[in-house]
């Protein structure tokens, strides 16, 4: 079974950066990998996906242009979210999410971010990191 973990959560100051990773194990990480966040009292919405082959990256419109995805599948089985000028509408408690499906890999590179967060089928889900943008 495959286990996601998630680490690079803290406190930042907005405008500044951080790195979250999300590290696969269990088997071979062949998933299309998501991540979503989630803000006290709002619902969870996806932020950004990458494909396996990581040719395929989406991007919710919120972050466009301020976070980007990457993954490193020879070395380490681990995802990427480098997260640049963090804003305080950023905090949220961030989830990576894995799936196998041809589904999960159009919704990721159509970007259909409101399907992603209503898809009740998602593989895999870690148990998340806090991200805190304030001064």
């Known amino acids: 079974q495959l286990q996601l973990v998630e680490s690079g959560g803290g406190l930042v100051q907005p405008g500044g950066s951080l790195t979250l990773s999300c590290a696969a194990s269990?088997?071979?990480?062949?998933?299309?990998t998501l991540w979503f966040r989630q803000a006290p009292g709002k619902e969870r919405e996806g932020v950004s996906c990458?494909?396996?082959?990581?040719?395929?990256?989406?991007y919710a419109d919120s972050v466009k242009g301020r976070f980007s995805i990457s993954r490193d599948n020879a070395n380490k089985n681990t995802v990427y979210l480098q997260m640049d000028r963090l804003k305080p509408e950023d905090t949220a408690v961030y989830y990576c999410?894995?799936?196998?499906?041809?589904?999960?890999?159009?919704?990721?590179?159509?970007?259909?971010?409101?399907?992603?967060?209503?898809?009740?089928?998602?593989?895999?889900w870690g148990k998340g990191t806090l991200v805190t943008v304030s001064s």
């Open positions: 990458i494909s396996y082959t990581g040719f395929t990256a989406g």
């Open positions: 269990g088997f071979t990480f062949e998933y299309t």
């Open positions: 999410a894995a799936d196998r499906s041809e589904r999960v890999q159009s919704m990721c590179a159509y970007e259909l971010w409101d399907m992603l967060r209503d898809y009740g089928g998602m593989g895999y």
